[in-house]
């Protein structure tokens, strides 16, 4: 079994940055591709970025591209969201969760674990 949980959220107004962090244990982090989604209030869950296994490519929403970045320390068993210049649309729950098989997709249904998610408010 693997155990993910996410940290860092928090209020803040727009223009920003944030850092969310993502701690894995129970199984070889280094196994796993990881990914960044997102649910905001009455909307439906929404992919925001992936890495692959060991780090070397990655795949982001549109929506982010250029203000999210994403990047794993396997050594420490870690993922991270870096977000800049944030928006109040991006006032949501932040989930991270771990794929055991190959790729960086934006598919929610290919990933295996999910973490209880942390709350990013973005104020105007």
């Known amino acids: 079994q693997v155990q993910l949980a996410e940290s860092g959220g928090g209020l803040l107004q727009a223009g920003g940055s944030l850092r969310l962090s993502c701690a894995v244990s129970g199984r070889t982090f280094s196994n796993y591709a990881m990914g960044w989604f997102r649910q905001a209030s009455g909307k439906e869950r929404e992919f925001v970025a992936a890495?692959?296994?060991?780090?070397?490519?990655?795949v982001s929403a549109d929506s982010v591209k250029g203000r999210f970045t994403i990047t794993r320390d396997n050594a420490k068993n870690t993922v991270y969201l870096q977000m800049n210049n944030l928006e109040p649309e991006d006032t949501a729950v932040y989930y991270c969760?771990?794929?055991?098989?190959?790729?960086?997709?934006?598919?929610?249904?290919?990933?295996?674990?999910w973490g209880q998610g942390t709350q990013v408010t973005v104020s105007s």
């Open positions: 969760a771990a794929k055991s098989t190959q790729g960086a997709t934006k598919w929610d249904w290919e990933y295996d674990y």
């Open positions: 890495i692959t296994r060991s780090g070397g490519s990655t």
